[in-house]
């Protein structure tokens, strides 16, 4: 965070945060690459803000240690680590012109005044913001605030970009359009972006890894397509998408992966048997199944009833009960979804067992 | 829709006391002494040309607006000081705030007037003992001219630029200091170019009524200032009761009572009334 035009590297080993009696964060460990685009997800009061205050130099931790570049910065003041923010509610400067706004980081480092209006220039035009210059951020829209807001952030070429739910306030074309442009101006400056959401799917388009949180802990981290397919736990599991969960007896360990009773038939799983025995679930997303009128011997099926159907446009989402009670969904084309609902009786569930994965049973 | 329109009503119904009391008070008798300006001695202008040539009555004038303006530089300044301990501080140093601010509303006036005189007269405590440890030989005039107006004044009107200060400054987005802090610039540097332009509407609220307030002080220029710092409410109080020159008192009230009108009316232009409390 102190270089510059230059990616920062940061480490944190054991962060925790305690309000009070009330913990915020714990035992947080976690290593953010060069340049890397990172997602802190988790739902409300997961403790997202405060890792972000923390690694903002806001918010002192109660524990553990903070490192960019290999320099400890735990003590750090937050003027001197000078991280870009751009916050929840963008807190723009009210009494300041777009302009003055986006000058401010770089008049408190004493630049030129000229070298202060080029780059502002360059930072207008960057984010779209031509024509604005002069006006006031109550003079702006929702959309414009925004690019105020990052500008600002981006003008003196922090070494990390933290942004709190920037797009939390905007509607959803808006946001589309803010998602895109974001990920070009983290392209085009290679900066190190940590970014918070709690909305999984902006979460998963934008990163190049996602961490989850969950009552002040670190769940998981990994690439989009790594939690999302292989989540570690339930609340993962849950919180990236829609999933179904089935039980499974008799869980080993086979050759290819590992094996199990699903409803009396035997089920097979790419992913390794490592941290369940016996009893377990197998979540497969809805996407991944797909309705058959009989499953192969040797493939993954389940025979279950039809019972409700969500036209979505593109697709139906049709809502199942297997023999043993268990609810399943799927999503599948239209007129698939119409037969399977008008035959009225049992249809087969059928899924790839590369897509399907364990979860140890009950609880997290 | 009703539910606005009867809370609309209530407020007029239970504010109508107050309404027909200052109709009655102030109001009423007032429009008697815009009467008198234009009436006595004899009917005419007479009285507001007067005003314009009386040597006296302008260098109270002048004299006047001096003296509101340096009370309210003062007092705004140290109002703004010891609000941002009051809203911003740690809760012990809000507690001490507040003490300082609400106590002087349970003294009156009057005694805090003597009690200045008490502290700043050529035998008071502040001259004894600046003489005793021998930093002045002679007495400091401190009292009965103007630095002594203007201490009373001040003293009296610093809680009153608390409030508009105080809703500004809590009205204030936390992020936005924390932004400046995080882009770089140190607590100072925050303080000066973000704090400060984000409370100027408290800041002027605050400076209108202390100013205002300044323009009709009676007993505390009239006591510290020993009748050498006549102010113009003293002036107005001569002409009524003491000349008798009724229109010319009359005369000044209206002048005094239009100027503040119009300062009333470029406040409520910067704050709304709710922050002023
Ligand atoms: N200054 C504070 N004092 C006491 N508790 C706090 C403080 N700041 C945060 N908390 C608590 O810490 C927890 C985590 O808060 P945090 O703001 O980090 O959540 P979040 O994940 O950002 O949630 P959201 O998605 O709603 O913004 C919350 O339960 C919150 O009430
Ligand atoms: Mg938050």
């Known amino acids: 965070m102190q270089q510059p035009g230059r990616a920062a590297e940061i480490k944190a080993i054991g962060i925790g945060k305690s309000f009070g009696s009330f913990r915020a964060l714990d035992n947080l460990s976690l290593n953010i690459g060069r340049g890397e685009f990172l997602t802190l997800l988790g739902p409300s009061g997961s403790g997202k803000t405060t890792f972000l205050m923390i690694l903002a130099g806001f918010v002192q931790p109660t524990e553990g240690k903070l490192f960019s570049d290999g320099t400890d910065i735990t003590d750090r003041p937050a003027e001197q680590r000078a991280a870009g923010m751009v916050f929840q509610g963008y807190a723009l400067f009210p009494h300041m012109s777009v302009e003055a706004n986006i000058a401010f980081p770089l008049k408190v480092r004493k630049k030129s005044a000229a070298d202060i209006k080029k780059r502002v220039g360059e930072m207008i035009e960057r984010v779209g913001l031509v024509g604005h210059e002069k006006k006031l951020?109550?003079?702006?829209?929702?959309?414009?605030?925004?690019?105020?807001?990052?500008?600002?952030?981006?003008?003196?070429?922090?070494?990390?970009?933290?942004?709190?739910?920037p797009f939390s306030a905007l509607d959803k074309s808006l946001r589309g359009q803010m998602q895109a442009e974001m990920k070009r101006l983290h392209q085009e400056t290679g900066t190190t972006f940590v970014f918070v959401t709690h909305d999984q799917s902006e979460a998963l388009a934008l990163s190049s890894r996602v961490a989850i949180?969950?009552?002040?802990?670190?769940?998981?981290?990994?690439?989009?397509?790594?939690?999302?397919?292989?989540?570690?736990?339930?609340?993962?599991?849950?919180?990236?998408?829609?999933?179904?969960?089935?039980?499974?007896?008799?869980?080993?360990?086979?050759?290819?992966?590992?094996?199990?009773l699903c409803e009396d038939r035997a089920v097979n799983m790419h992913c390794k048997a490592e941290k369940v025995r016996g009893d377990a679930i197998l979540a497969i997303r809805p996407e991944h199944m797909s309705i058959a009128r009989e499953a192969a011997v040797g493939e993954n099926g389940i025979a279950a009833t039809a019972t409700a159907s969500?036209?979505?446009?593109?697709?139906?989402?049709?809502?199942?009960?297997?023999?043993?009670?268990?609810?399943?969904?799927?999503?599948?084309?239209?007129?698939?979804?119409?037969?399977?609902?008008?035959?009225?009786?049992?249809?087969?569930?059928?899924w790839p067992a590369e897509k399907g994965f364990l979860l140890p049973d009950g609880g997290q | 829709m009703r539910g606005v329109l009867s809370d609309r009503m209530g407020a007029a119904l239970l504010m109508a006391p107050l309404l027909l009391f200052l109709v009655l008070a102030y109001a009423w008798p007032f429009l008697g002494v815009v009467k008198w300006s234009f009436t006595l001695p004899t009917p005419g202008l007479g009285q507001y040309q007067a005003l314009l040539t009386d040597d006296l009555v302008q260098s109270v004038f002048i004299r006047t607006l001096r003296i509101a303006a340096i009370v309210t530089v003062v007092s705004v300044a140290a109002a703004y000081a010891i609000t941002v301990v009051w809203v911003r501080g740690s809760p012990a140093q809000r507690l001490v705030a507040e003490f300082c601010i609400l106590v002087p509303f349970w003294i009156s006036v009057l005694t805090r007037a003597f009690g200045w005189v008490a502290l700043l007269s050529n035998r008071g405590l502040i001259n004894t003992w600046l003489q005793s440890i021998g930093f002045i030989s002679e007495p400091l005039t401190l009292v009965r001219n103007e630095f002594g107006v203007v201490v009373g004044m001040t003293h009296f009107l610093i809680p009153f630029a608390v409030f508009?200060?105080?809703?500004?400054?809590?009205?204030?987005?936390?992020?936005?200091?924390?932004?400046?802090?995080?882009?770089?610039?140190?607590?100072?540097?925050?303080?000066?170019?973000?704090?400060?332009?984000?409370?100027?509407?408290?800041?002027?609220?605050?400076?209108?009524?202390?100013?205002?307030?300044?323009?009709?002080?009676?007993?505390?220029?009239?006591?510290?200032?020993?009748?050498?710092?006549?102010?113009?409410?003293?002036?107005?109080y001569l002409r009524i009761f003491q000349s008798p020159d009724w229109g010319l008192g009359a005369a000044i009230s209206v002048v005094l009572v239009l100027f503040v009108g119009a300062l009333m009316a470029l406040l409520f232009r910067y704050v709304r009334p709710k922050q002023l409390i």
């Open chain 1, 213 to 260: 949180f969950n009552h002040g802990k670190l769940l998981q981290v990994g690439a989009p397509d790594e939690v999302y397919d292989r989540p570690d736990n339930r609340f993962v599991a849950e919180f990236l998408g829609e999933i179904n969960m089935l039980p499974l007896k008799g869980v080993k360990p086979a050759d290819n992966g590992s094996t199990g």
């Open chain 1, 137 to 165: 951020p109550s003079q702006l829209s929702g959309g414009q605030q925004q690019r105020v807001a990052l500008a600002r952030a981006l003008v003196f070429e922090p070494g990390v970009l933290l942004l709190d739910e």
């Open chain 1, 310 to 350: 969500t036209y979505l446009g593109a697709a139906t989402k049709l809502d199942l009960t297997t023999r043993q009670g268990a609810k399943v969904t799927v999503s599948v084309p239209n007129e698939v979804a119409a037969a399977a609902l008008s035959k009225g009786n049992s249809v087969w569930l059928t």
């Open chain 2, 164 to 236: 508009p200060l105080a809703s500004a400054m809590r009205s204030l987005d936390d992020r936005v200091l924390l932004a400046a802090r995080g882009l770089g610039s140190s607590r100072m540097r925050t303080f000066w170019t973000v704090f400060v332009p984000m409370t100027r509407s408290g800041i002027i609220g605050s400076a209108l009524i202390v100013f205002v307030f300044s323009l009709g002080f009676f007993v505390t220029p009239a006591i510290l200032g020993g009748g050498r710092s006549v102010m113009i409410a003293e002036l107005i």
